[in-house]
């Protein structure tokens, strides 16, 4: 089963205008990562966040957990057309160690 | 370094045939993922091994679907006999164990 669940399922923005998805869960978490995939291609690993961590940013990426929500969200600033993209969260089972992944958030940027 | 390589990279059988994808992933990385990936839906695990230990393979289908890992480091996943259901995209993943995920551009199934 997938545990993490994006929202918005799509989102379509202008260029320059930042971009939030979200994230939920229903377990216990190690980390939760957030990957991204082009159409028709792998899935890069973005940024990854331990539980025991509230925010973590990597360049235009700004990620925050909230373990007691069971949430997380992916922010990215100043959004580009090479951001159009789906993004995905992946949840890292506490004891488990599966790496699950949610529905994915298509993400359209209008140049 | 070099990343997770996967084969064939497309591949189509007609039903009830039988299909096996192969992967090798990154040196040193004890875990290893298959996913499938239909259109439009993120990826399901279907098994992970730790070294050549199966470690979850509850959403795997025993019943068409099999996978080994030899001596803990290629892995084969097999679909025999395969169905119309199958037709999706295969991903295969490694990691240091509950770390990042490094993925292969997978193998495109389509079952006809």
């Known amino acids: 089963s997938q545990q993490g669940e994006e929202d918005p399922q799509a989102l379509s923005i202008q260029e320059g205008e930042n971009a939030t998805m979200n994230c939920s869960y229903k377990?216990?978490?190690?980390?939760l990562q957030w990957y991204r995939q082009n159409s028709g291609r792998g899935l890069v690993h973005l940024i990854l966040?331990?539980?025991?961590?509230r925010e973590k940013h990597s360049g235009r990426l700004r990620v925050t957990l909230d373990t007691s929500k069971k949430s997380s969200s992916l922010l990215i600033t100043a959004s580009r057309a090479a951001d159009t993209a789906s993004y995905f969260c992946a949840t890292a089972g506490a004891g488990s160690y599966q790496l699950t992944f949610g529905k994915g958030t298509k993400l359209s940027v209008i140049p | 370094e070099a990343g997770v390589a996967q084969s064939p990279r497309y591949k189509i059988i007609e039903k009830r045939q039988s299909v096996a994808f192969w992967c090798n992933p990154i040196s040193g990385h004890a875990t290893l993922y298959w996913y499938q990936q239909i259109l439009g839906q993120g990826p399901k695990l279907l098994i992970q091994f730790q070294n050549n230990g199966v470690v979850d393979d509850s959403q795997l289908p025993k019943d068409r679907f099999s996978a080994e890992r030899l001596k803990g480091v290629d892995s084969t996943l097999k679909i025999q006999p395969a169905k119309l259901e199958d037709s999706a995209v295969y991903l295969c993943?490694?990691?240091?164990?509950?770390?990042?995920?490094?993925f292969g551009q997978g193998t495109r199934l389509t079952v006809v």
């Open positions: 966040i331990r539980s025991n961590e």
């Open positions: 377990t216990s978490i190690n980390n």
């Open positions: 993943a490694s990691s240091h164990p509950i770390g990042e995920a490094f």
